[in-house]
């Protein structure tokens, strides 16, 4: 059973930071590629930022290329998005996401309960 465990959101005002954490366990390797997505009140879930677990490549959305940082510990199979500059539209629900599979349709996706992010102006 794949368990995907997030923590470290809150409420800061705008411009502040925060870091989110995920790990996940229940597999014998490692996952392919894990990242994080939100979903703001009325809105569908959106990706944010992914890392991909080999080769450390990462990739964001535009709107939060030079404010947020996906980074990886191989170790504790854990990821991290360092969250700066922090405005009110990024308030949402962030999920976390696991990816296991490399070959599109034969992939297998597991998701975080969420955790809550709140910035006010």
């Given at each position: 059973?794949?368990?995907?465990?997030?923590?470290?959101?809150?409420?800061?005002?705008?411009?502040?930071?925060?870091?989110?954490?995920?790990?996940?366990?229940?597999?014998?390797?490692?996952?392919?590629?894990?990242?994080?997505?939100?979903?703001?009140?009325?809105?569908?879930?959106?990706?944010?930022?992914?890392?991909?677990?080999?080769?450390?490549?990462?990739?964001?959305?535009?709107?939060?290329?030079?404010?947020?940082?996906?980074?990886?510990?191989?170790?504790?199979?854990?990821?991290?998005?360092?969250?700066?500059?922090?405005k009110p539209e990024d308030t949402a629900?962030?999920?976390?996401?696991?990816?296991?599979?490399?070959?599109?349709?034969?992939?297998?996706?597991?998701?975080?309960?969420?955790?809550?992010?709140?910035?006010?102006?």
């Amino acid at each position: 059973q794949v368990q995907v465990v997030e923590s470290g959101g809150g409420m800061v005002q705008t411009g502040g930071s925060l870091r989110l954490s995920c790990t996940t366990s229940g597999r014998t390797f490692s996952p392919y590629t894990m990242g994080w997505f939100r979903q703001a009140p009325g809105k569908e879930r959106e990706f944010v930022a992914r890392i991909t677990w080999s080769s450390g490549n990462t990739y964001y959305t535009d709107s939060v290329k030079g404010r947020f940082t996906i980074s990886r510990d191989n170790a504790q199979n854990a990821v991290y998005l360092q969250m700066n500059s922090l405005k009110p539209e990024d308030t949402a629900v962030y999920y976390c996401q696991v990816t296991y599979g490399k070959v599109v349709g034969a992939q297998n996706n597991y998701w975080g309960q969420g955790t809550q992010v709140t910035v006010s102006s």
